[in-house]
Nanobody, 126 residues
């Protein structure tokens, strides 16, 4: 089992920045993919970004590419999401996820992400 706990959410004005963090514990050696997803009120969960836990590929949703950056620290077992130039449409609950990277399509769909945090709310005011 892998436990994931997100932090860093809050209220920010449009154009501002926030940094989310996800602390991973447990059998982290069993996963090779970590990522962030989000769910806005009344909408389905959507992919935000993912990276290999062991080094390698990184993926971003088109809506956040160039504004958000995902990073990981294998020593501290943390995953971060730096969010810049935030927009009101970025408002959502952000979830950290971990699991297996089978292919890029599956990662973006959340397939293989066996472990999920409880989420942290990000609100961007206009």
């Amino acid at each position: 089992q892998v436990q994931l706990v997100e932090s860093g959410g809050g209220l920010v004005q449009s154009g501002g920045s926030l940094r989310l963090s996800c602390a991973a514990s447990g059998r982290t050696l069993s996963v090779n993919a970590v990522g962030w997803f989000r769910q806005a009120p009344g909408k389905e969960r959507e992919f935000v970004a993912a990276t290999s836990w062991t080094g390698g590929g990184t993926l971003y949703a088109d809506s956040v590419r160039g504004r958000f950056a995902i990073s990981r620290d294998n020593v501290k077992n943390t995953i971060a999401l730096q969010m810049n130039s935030l927009k009101p449409e970025d408002t959502a609950v952000y979830y950290c996820a971990a699991g297996r990277w089978y292919n890029d399509y599956d990662v973006q769909k959340g397939y293989g992400m066996d472990y999920w945090g409880k989420g942290t709310l990000v609100t961007v005011s206009s």
